[in-house]
């Protein structure tokens, strides 16, 4: 049974969709953890709030991780955009070739 799975599409998309989880859970926890050390060492070495520079990573690598959420958890309606737009084409270049 498990070399029947290995075989399978649906598990290897599967496979797939859980491991983009994964990645996306590692970087959310990366980020929490670099960003608190830097706000830290922020706070604790600046002079007045004119000092602050903390946010700006903050706020670059939080729109990163938004794109990366909303690539892995945005579109739960099936493939993504991308996949939804090459088979598309490719679609439409198979009834170009045959002349339909």
């Avoid at 706020?59 to 996949?83: Q, T, Y």
């Amino acid at each position: 049974m498990e070399n029947e799975q290995r075989n399978d599409p649906e598990y290897h998309a599967a496979r797939k969709r859980v491991e983009a989880r994964m990645g996306f859970y590692v970087h959310l926890a990366v980020y929490v953890v670099v960003n608190a050390i830097l706000v830290t060492i922020n706070l604790v070495k600046s002079d007045s709030p004119a000092d602050w520079w903390f946010y700006w990573p903050l706020l670059g690598w939080g729109i990163g991780i938004a794109f990366h959420a909303f690539k892995v958890f945005g579109n739960r309606g099936g493939d993504s955009l991308k996949e939804r737009w090459v088979e598309r084409e490719t679609e439409k270049e198979m009834h170009r070739r045959q002349g339909t």
